[in-house]
């Protein structure tokens, strides 16, 4: 990520604070669709992404192809995305994105129609863990050669109705715009910046068997304590680690699992 790219988004992350407008589920599809209008046309990408353009000049365009068909709000964000300079054209398509994410964390807590706890970051969790164990299905997401309407039918099958507003918003888009990216790949980025926004982090558990209610509270006490910031425990279950856990947070990897411990032995005695 380019330093100029590093500035938009914070930034771009700032305007969601700015008083005004309202933050809802029709604000969130209104900037993952905005995003898929910008990435489908070259032209408008362009002139969007040049970073030596006149911001004003960027944002008036965007009120002009936008003006009528997003939230207010929306128009605001999206007016505040374009104005910064970006790295490269796929980056503003990524701030764009990241900032649909975000407002999806801040609308769920306003949405009457949403169910009481819901948690966007499990529910996107839940789906990574159906998609990854049906080849067929990961294949009907993620192949190339899929049609784009025919993707979203298929998330709308699946998760209308089973999932909150939010999350079936989420999943919709980026199967629409995966910009080159793996479906699981698509799905643990778009929790991670959820739960950012929402003042966690993800701690990935795997375990070679289910781990109790009362081991995983420890766990995450302790975790808290390293981390130093407040975590949603997500549990994977995975019997060739014999036992032991490995738990990751972002890029950190906390690797205590008996497989590990006797890969590194096995390498020590080989010596």
């Known amino acids: 990520m380019g330093s100029a790219t590093r500035e938009a988004l914070a930034t771009s992350r700032a305007a969601l604070s700015v008083p005004g407008g309202t933050t809802d589920l029709a604000t969130v599809e209104s900037l ?8 489908s046309s070259s032209q408008l990408l362009s002139a969007l992404g040049d970073a030596s353009a006149d911001a004003a ?6 009120r002009t192809v936008f003006g009528t068909s997003v939230t207010p709000r929306a128009l605001d964000l999206l007016a505040a995305a374009v104005s910064e300079r970006w790295s490269s054209h796929d980056d503003l398509l990524a701030g764009i ?14 949405d009457l129609a949403a169910p009481s706890g819901t948690s966007i970051e499990g529910e996107l969790f839940a789906f990574g863990k159906s998609v990854s164990s049906d080849a067929e299905l990961e294949l009907a997401l993620a192949s190339k050669l899929g049609k784009i309407d025919a993707k979203a039918a298929l998330v709308e099958k699946l ?27 698509l799905l643990r980025h778009a929790a991670a910046v959820v739960a950012d926004e929402s003042g966690t982090s993800i701690a990935t558990v795997t375990s070679a068997s289910v781990l109790t209610a009362d081991q995983l509270a420890r766990l995450q006490k302790n975790l ?31 690797d205590g699992s008996i497989a590990t411990r006797l890969a590194d032995l096995r390498l020590q005695l080989a010596r």
Do not use: C, W, Y
């Open 97 to 110: 994105e990241e900032l649909g994410l975000r407002t999806s964390a801040v609308s769920v807590l306003a």
């Open 159 to 185: 998760l209308a109705g089973k999932v909150s507003g939010q999350t079936l918003a989420i999943v919709r888009h980026l199967v629409q715009q995966p910009r080159g990216r793996r479906i699981g790949e």
């Open 57 to 62: 000049a960027k944002v008036a365009l965007v």
């Open 224 to 254: 808290q304590l390293r981390h130093g910031r407040a975590l949603t425990i997500n549990q994977v279950v995975d019997p060739e680690l014999v036992g032991g856990v490995r738990v990751q947070i972002g890029d950190l990897v906390i």
């Open 32 to 39: 993952f669709g905005a995003g898929r209008v910008i990435g």
